[in-house]
């Protein structure tokens, strides 16, 4: 079965990496729980597999009227192709294109408003780089909302979720090779630390900040534990300060 997708997209943005030729199997229904999209509980979407010669080359799911969300290319049961999201509250509009090569992202992403105005990009190389991701204020303003720093396709580095003065945190986590390897702070809205943190870990375990710093001394991967730091201003990598922030599509 060949699946007709006709949207009025982000300047026309999508061209699907699923070969149209591929033939179309539903494999899981849509659910959701009760008063999900009002509430943010669950929601799973139908998901229909598409193959060809025996071999998946991608899916698509689609919410609770049909209408395509997330469409993801694949080869060797990996993502390979652009991988294209909507949004789940206004589906006629592209949110997210990410190029993807054997699994890893590769090249450069585009995130757009619920305009249809790009919002910005970020690059990556065989999955090695900064993940951006973008939000509007109130006024329409665009600024980066989270960072995440991966190498070879896994979070290696800091993750931050930045409020919209882009000189402050709400939270950041430290990574190495997937596992959580640092610090994790959270922060409330008027800037005050929250309850519980810091929390500090290694290799995904968290410890007692003793154990850490006896550790970190041994370790270059983790962080060293700065008082200081528990405020939450952050002083951001050069590579995405010079990012374009918002730019016509």
């Given at each position: 079965?060949?699946?007709?997708?006709e949207?009025?997209?982000?300047?026309?943005?999508y061209?699907?990496?699923i070969?149209?030729?591929?033939?179309?199997?539903?494999?899981?229904?849509?659910?959701?729980?009760?008063?999900?999209?009002?509430?943010?509980?669950?929601?799973?979407y139908?998901?229909?597999?598409?193959?060809?010669?025996?071999?998946?080359?991608g899916?698509?799911?689609?919410?609770h009227?049909?209408?395509?969300?997330?469409?993801?290319?694949?080869?060797?049961?990996?993502?390979?192709?652009?991988?294209?999201?909507?949004?789940?509250?206004?589906?006629?509009?592209?949110?997210?294109?990410?190029?993807?090569?054997?699994?890893?992202?590769?090249?450069?992403?585009?995130q757009?408003?619920?305009?249809?105005t790009?919002?910005?990009?970020?690059?990556?190389?065989?999955?090695?780089?900064?993940?951006?991701?973008?939000?509007?204020?109130?006024?329409?303003?665009?600024?980066i909302?989270?960072?995440?720093?991966?190498?070879?396709?896994?979070?290696?580095?800091?993750?931050?979720?930045?409020?919209?003065?882009?000189?402050?945190?709400?939270?950041?986590?430290?990574?190495?090779n997937?596992?959580?390897?640092?610090?994790?702070?959270?922060?409330?809205?008027?800037?005050?630390?929250?309850?519980?943190?810091?929390?500090?870990?290694?290799?995904?375990?968290?410890?007692?900040?003793?154990?850490?710093?006896?550790?970190?001394r041994?370790?270059?991967?983790?962080p060293a534990?700065?008082?200081?730091?528990?405020?939450?201003?952050?002083?951001?990598?050069?590579?995405i300060?010079?990012?374009?922030?918002?730019?016509?599509?």
């Amino acid at each position: 079965m060949t699946l007709l997708i006709e949207k009025p997209l982000a300047k026309n943005a999508y061209r699907s990496d699923i070969p149209p030729e591929a033939e179309e199997k539903v494999v899981s229904f849509y659910t959701e729980d009760e008063n999900a999209r009002q509430q943010g509980g669950k929601i799973h979407y139908e998901r229909r597999e598409y193959i060809l010669d025996g071999e998946l080359v991608g899916y698509r799911q689609f919410d609770h009227d049909g209408r395509l969300i997330i469409e993801t290319p694949m080869k060797n049961l990996r993502k390979h192709g652009t991988e294209y999201t909507w949004y789940w509250y206004n589906p006629d509009q592209l949110s997210l294109c990410e190029p993807y090569e054997n699994g890893r992202v590769h090249g450069t992403a585009k995130q757009w408003a619920t305009d249809g105005t790009l919002m910005g990009t970020y690059t990556m190389d065989h999955g090695t780089g900064f993940d951006i991701w973008r939000n509007q204020d109130d006024e329409g303003k665009v600024f980066i909302s989270e960072i995440h720093s991966l190498l070879n396709g896994k979070l290696n580095g800091f993750q931050w979720w930045l409020n919209p003065d882009q000189k402050t945190v709400l939270g950041e986590r430290h990574w190495n090779n997937g596992y959580l390897h640092g610090i994790e702070r959270h922060w409330e809205e008027s800037g005050r630390l929250s309850e519980g943190y810091p929390k500090f870990y290694i290799d995904d375990r968290e410890v007692p900040k003793s154990i850490y710093i006896q550790e970190q001394r041994r370790d270059a991967a983790l962080p060293a534990y700065d008082p200081r730091e528990d405020q939450n201003a952050r002083t951001f990598p050069q590579a995405i300060v010079d990012e374009p922030k918002s730019s016509a599509a």
